[in-house]
Structure formats: structure tokens, C-alpha cells
């Protein structure tokens, strides 16, 4: 796989693991909720698990092309608010667009 092809795997990943917990009620791809609706906390907490997995798919792919550059804070703050504007198609669909009835 060229650089190219990781680089855009991760976007891609990283697009669809934001918008995941707005789309379903599935908790982390396993299963429904006992209740029905899924709190947003809930949705919160799978966001920050899901940014972890793909930060994990991006550095094996990372290493995978060579060697692990070290990331400090910043790197985290600037995925991490990335990642939460990739997750905003999700967010309005969820709570300002779709209708309830």
C-alpha cells in the first residue's frame, strides 16, 4: 500500500468511526442497548474509544512505512478536534434534522 493510499484509509477510517456512535444505537459495533435510546454521554464515550482505535490504525500503518515520529500534546489536540469536526454530519442528522414520529 503506498503512503498515499494509508493517508487516505485513515481519513476515510477516521470519518466514519466520528459519525458512527450518531448513526446507530449499537454500542461499539456489539450489540443494542437494553433500554432502546442511547444516552449522549454514551455517545460521547464511544467518540473518545473510537478516536483511540483509529489513532491505533494510523500509527500500525505509520510503522508499518517506517519508523513512529514521536507525538507530543499538540498532535493529540489538533486529532482530537478533528476528529470531532468529522463527527459533526453525524451530530446534526442525529439531534438537529432527523424527526421524531
Request: charged share 15%.
Amino acid at each position: 500500500m503506498s503512503q498515499t493510499a494509508a493517508i487516505w484509509l485513515v481519513i476515510l477510517a477516521a470519518f466514519a468511526a466520528a459519525n458512527w456512535p450518531f448513526l446507530t444505537q449499537r454500542l461499539l459495533l456489539l450489540g443494542p442497548l437494553a433500554k432502546g435510546a442511547k444516552p449522549f454521554v454514551m455517545r460521547l464515550l464511544e467518540l473518545v474509544v473510537l478516536y483511540f482505535v483509529v489513532g491505533l490504525i494510523a500509527m500500525l500503518l505509520e510503522r508499518r512505512a517506517g519508523q513512529n515520529a514521536p507525538q507530543t500534546w499538540e498532535f493529540y489536540a489538533i486529532t482530537g478536534t478533528l476528529f470531532i469536526t468529522l463527527a459533526f454530519p453525524g451530530f446534526v442528522y442525529r439531534y438537529l434534522m432527523r424527526r421524531r414520529g
